[in-house]
């Protein structure tokens, strides 16, 4: 089989769908960068704003599996843009939710839309681009994502916010411009066939079906047949080597949410602006990005993926116990800095590694990706609840920050395993 050429055309394809993963990062991300004036407003409690905060990771945990195997079957394409439609139509409605209880509601809705977008560019990655060359469109993504989540702590509350005239108006207009753009992206995809592509696996090199059987997209006749569902899952469930990625993207999971979901509040406490604090949270993002773009470009140049999660959690490790120790000096501005690094390369590689697993390839790649959400969010879920309920119970953000800690701990062991299982 020719190796498949990709050009302008693939990677026009993922960018222009790396834009569903700005919007929703910048709506997602919404709520911690306002989230002292929403517990005022509300009248939250640190717990409750630990839920909220952790709202949507709790989604994927009974959604997550179950739309990976929707995204196989449905095509990318459909799936990204009816997600995006969910969680716009959700933010919109958060813009005036009068109580926890409906910010919570319209919170665990957008959870659903999400998780078309973190599965659907995965599954349009590894159909565009083959297995070994889907680390550069991945960070892609992963960067545009990076902007809506830095974009709304640096300018969505700074100027924007302001200028509207505070958090519901901001939540209101990031909405409808993630509905536009749904609507728009839906019309791409239909216009291209990237999703007729993908489901007919014919191997012609052009938009990623390779023929052999493993990457090649849905296949006809699979659909939602009970018996294909029934296989595929138990592959993916009893895939040894995959599970060990679930753990360490549970601990990632742990560890990002927690860090994007208190950082600006936590550094408030210390007695920085929310601008300023806002600002800091911005640089953590920014050192996320360059992890995204460094770690699994080197990782990929050196045949070292596996490696590199081990390198990786111990980055963010060190990184969050100088963010503890550090006050606002300037330890503290180079722990948020590492942190950023060492979380940042995890991102990529727990979506690129299970394209490479034996049994996995190109047409389980959804639901693998699901499966390590579905699972690994309840990291996610749990990062954010446990710094606010500690707080809660001790008054100090130190313990919550320290269990984060621990999690770059069990991504380091957790990665030297899965990398003494491939030198077997």
């Known amino acids: 089989m020719s190796r498949r050429v990709v050009g302008r055309r693939e990677y026009g394809m993922t960018l222009a769908a790396s834009a569903s993963y700005t919007c929703l990062m910048f709506v997602w991300f919404s709520l911690p960068a306002y989230l002292p004036t929403i517990i005022d407003d509300v009248g939250l409690t640190n717990t409750q704003a630990g839920v909220l905060a952790g709202a949507i990771p709790l989604t994927y945990v009974p959604v997550a599996l179950f739309s990976g195997l929707a995204v196989d079957r449905l095509g990318p394409g459909r799936a990204i843009g009816?997600?995006?439609?969910?969680?716009?139509?959700?933010?919109?409605?958060?813009?005036?939710?009068?109580?926890?209880?409906?910010?919570?509601?319209?919170?665990?809705?957008?959870?659903?839309?999400?998780?078309?977008?973190?599965?659907?560019?995965p599954k349009l990655v590894s159909v565009l681009f083959p297995p070994d060359r889907t680390g550069r469109p991945t960070a892609l993504y992963l960067v545009a994502a990076s902007a809506g989540s830095a974009g709304v702590f640096a300018v969505g509350r700074p100027v924007l916010g302001p200028v509207l005239g505070g958090w519901r108006p901001l939540f209101l207009w990031s909405g409808v411009v993630a509905v536009a753009y749904g609507a728009v992206w839906l019309l791409v995809a239909i216009r291209t066939g990237v999703d007729d592509a993908d489901a007919g696996g014919t191997g012609d090199g052009d938009a990623g079906g390779t023929g052999d059987g493993d990457a090649g997209g849905t296949g006809d006749g699979e659909a939602f047949d009970l018996g294909s569902l029934t296989a595929d899952l138990r592959l993916v469930l009893t895939h040894r080597e995959l599970r060990l990625v679930v753990v360490v993207g549970t601990m990632f999971l742990l560890i990002n949410h927690g860090i994007q979901g208190w950082l600006p509040t936590f550094l408030e406490s210390r007695g920085l602006s929310a601008a300023l604090a806002g600002r800091s949270t911005s640089l953590f993002v920014v050192a996320y990005v360059v992890g995204v773009l460094g770690i699994p470009e080197l990782a990929d140049r050196f045949t070292v993926r596996r490696p590199a999660l081990t390198a990786s959690g111990g980055v963010a490790f060190l990184g969050i116990a100088a963010l503890i120790a550090g006050d606002t000096g300037a330890l503290?501005?180079?722990?948020?800095?590492?942190?950023?690094?060492?979380?940042?390369?995890?991102?990529?590689?727990?979506?690129?590694?299970?394209?490479?697993?034996?049994?996995?390839?190109?047409?389980?790649?959804?639901?693998?990706?699901?499966?390590?959400?579905?699972?690994g969010e309840i990291g996610g879920f749990a990062g954010p609840v446990l710094v606010g309920t500690l707080y809660d119970a001790t008054g100090s953000y130190g313990p919550g920050f320290g269990i984060l800690a621990a999690g770059g701990v069990g991504i380091a062991v957790a990665g030297g395993v899965l990398t003494a299982s491939e030198r077997r």
């Open 332 to 375: 503290a501005v180079v722990g948020i800095a590492v942190a950023g690094v060492g979380t940042g390369g995890l991102s990529p590689l727990i979506r690129t590694i299970p394209p490479d697993l034996e049994g996995i390839g190109s047409r389980l790649t959804g639901t693998a990706v699901g499966f390590i959400f579905a699972v």
């Open 82 to 121: 009816v997600g995006v439609l969910v969680y716009g139509g959700g933010q919109i409605g958060r813009s005036v939710a009068p109580g926890f209880a409906s910010l919570l509601a319209f919170t665990l809705a957008m959870g659903v839309g999400a998780t078309a977008v973190t599965f659907g560019l």
